[in-house]
């Protein structure tokens, strides 16, 4: 292939993971090969979507899901964002609970200040505290939510929450 022009080449629709290209490295002012898998292994890592989650380990006899929307979540390297609207029925008896929520990118939290979010407002919530868990409430990698109310038996349709926390390996 030596003497060939770039532009005299057959063009590759799609080009391979171990597929090879030309590269000159500025820093040795060297010509070298660098597989196409390379290039990407330096880059910003970008995922986004929607996932359904799932609520579970309530406590007080409330019932939250998640199901019911999907998340929209964003992440950027190790950093994952996510955003989704919750229902949250309080136990007739009680003003407050206690519930895992899955995640959309696993990680294994060690502490429960590796995640954290805020909710949206509503009347008669008096706090929504939104944490990692490190396996001392429920599942170690998800999520726990504490949910406050004015009162007992309070319903909360479409309260939405959005997280943000570290993927941990």
């Known amino acids: 292939m030596a003497g060939v022009k770039v532009t005299d080449l057959t063009t590759l629709g ?18 070298k090969q660098i597989q196409v898998q390379d290039i990407y292994s ?35 390297n190790d950093v994952v964002t996510f955003t989704i609207p919750l229902n949250v029925q309080l136990g007739v008896s009680n003003d407050d609970t206690n519930f ?14 590796q995640a954290f979010g805020l909710s949206s407002p509503a009347e008669n919530l008096l706090a929504v505290e939104i944490y990692s868990d490190d396996g001392s409430f429920g599942a170690a990698g998800s999520i726990n939510v504490y949910v406050k109310a004015a009162s007992n038996g ?10 943000q926390y570290l993927v941990i390996p």
């Open 42 to 76: 330096g880059m910003p890592q970008f995922d986004s979507g929607f996932i359904t989650l799932t609520a579970s380990n309530e406590t007080n006899g409330a019932t939250a899901s998640a199901g019911v929307y999907p998340a929209i979540y964003n992440r950027v």
């Open 100 to 113: 895992s929520l899955s995640i959309p990118i696993a990680s294994n939290f060690n502490l429960v200040k």
């Open 14 to 31: 799609a080009a391979d993971a171990n597929d090879i290209m030309y590269i000159v490295d500025t820093t040795a002012n060297q010509s």
């Open 154 to 163: 309070l319903s909360f349709a479409y309260l939405t929450i959005t997280v």
